[in-house]
T-cell receptor, first 111, second 113 residues
């Protein structure tokens, strides 16, 4: 069945460091791919998405490119801030049978 | 404001005492879903509903019930809660179709003693 694998955390970075969180997926067909972010005490909210191969999703300085050849959707940000501290979830969707989520990666950014 | 609301936000109960967690959305979404979040396991789907009166099991449905009598509401029912149902629960909704993002409620933290 469909599945998403994320790099294990937690990840701790200094402010202004470069961030990469790896995400790979297993799915038949052509899923849509998403990154969600969960700030402390809150629900998940969409960070970015890509709906077809080679699409790049971007938002708030974060980027991820849909790579079908490597079945990956890695999240990157060039310069993280303390306010980016959160849990990040990679997810895929193939249709009405809902999303599959990775286990989540906790990011802590220190000043 | 477009949102998904859940109540209660926090609940401590005892084994076997029936409880209901309510979920409501005001975006006219067809699709609603319940998840539980546990450390190291990410989000796992409990039940989902593609529209009124249409519900189906997700990955971890045992011990839970749902109903969808109205489009905006999707309550989660635990008939006889057990300690292994201690978790953080999220309700979510979206329009049908794989391109559409899900909107999540703020979560309900349930502790079963």
């Amino acid at each position: 069945g469909d599945s998403v694998t994320q790099m294990e955390g937690p990840v701790t970075l200094s402010e202004e460091a470069f961030l990469t969180i790896n995400c790979t997926y297993t799915a038949t067909g052509y899923p849509s791919l998403f990154w969600y972010v969960q700030y402390p005490g809150e629900g998940l909210q969409l960070l970015l998405k890509a709906t077809k191969a080679d699409d790049k999703g971007s938002n708030k300085g974060f980027e991820a490119t849909y790579r079908k050849e490597t079945t990956s959707f890695h999240l990157e940000k060039g310069s993280v801030q303390v306010s980016d501290s959160a849990v990040y979830f990679c997810a895929l969707s193939r249709g009405n049978n809902d999303m599959r989520f990775g286990a989540g990666t906790r990011l802590t950014v220190k000043p | 404001e477009a949102q998904v609301t859940q109540n209660p936000r926090y609940l401590i109960t005892v084994t076997g005492k029936k409880l209901t967690v309510t979920c409501s959305q005001n975006m006219n979404h067809e699709y609603m879903s319940w998840y539980r979040q546990d450390p190291g396991l990410g989000l796992r789907q409990i039940y989902y509903s593609m529209n009124v009166e249409v519900t189906d099991k997700g990955d971890v449905p045992e011990g839970y019930k749902v109903s969808r009598k109205e489009k905006r509401n999707f309550p989660l029912i635990l008939e006889s809660p057990s300690p292994n149902q201690t978790s953080l629960y999220f309700c979510a909704s979206r329009f049908s179709g794989r391109y559409n993002e899900q909107f999540f409620g703020p979560g309900t933290r349930l502790t079963v003693l």
